[in-house]
Nanobody, 119 residues
Framework: QVQLVESGGGLVQAGGSLRLSCTISGGIFSRSDKGWYRQAPGKERELVAGITSNVNTNYADSVKGRFTISRDNSKNTVYLQMNSLKPEDTAVYYC?????????????WGQGTQVTVSS
């Protein structure tokens, strides 16, 4: 029932911007913590930005001041605005939602979207 659908990836030159979108269906949006992760070739998947159900946010040091995570409750969508992109931002970006209830934690992942930043 829960589905995460991502969009917005692509190719951009260094210094440019992209906005990733993740629409979350299945009735969990308002009660879930959400995050964007990325995985570059040969590297582990890492947390880029997270937002909790009460709108606390956190960012990886490498993207602070450049990336912004936000949500639109009316659209059940979480965004990642990426500005001043660098070649080292190149990776597959994944959307994640996580819920906790009755002592059970559940995680849901999007399919991933490629972001490529050229020099």
């Amino acid at each position: 029932q829960v589905q995460l659908v991502e969009s917005g990836g692509g190719l951009v030159q260094a210094g440019g911007s992209l906005r990733l979108s993740c629409t979350i269906s299945g009735g969990i949006f308002s009660r879930s913590d959400k995050g964007w992760y990325r995985q570059a070739p040969g590297k582990e998947r890492e947390l880029v930005a997270g937002i909790t159900s009460n709108v606390n946010t956190n960012y990886a040091d490498s993207v602070k001041g450049r990336f912004t995570i936000s949500r639109d409750n009316s659209k059940n969508t979480v965004y990642l605005q990426m500005n001043s992109l660098k070649p080292e931002d190149t990776a597959v970006y994944y959307c994640k939602a996580e819920t906790t209830g009755f002592g059970v934690r559940r995680s849901y992942w999007g399919q991933g979207t490629q972001v490529t930043v050229s020099s």
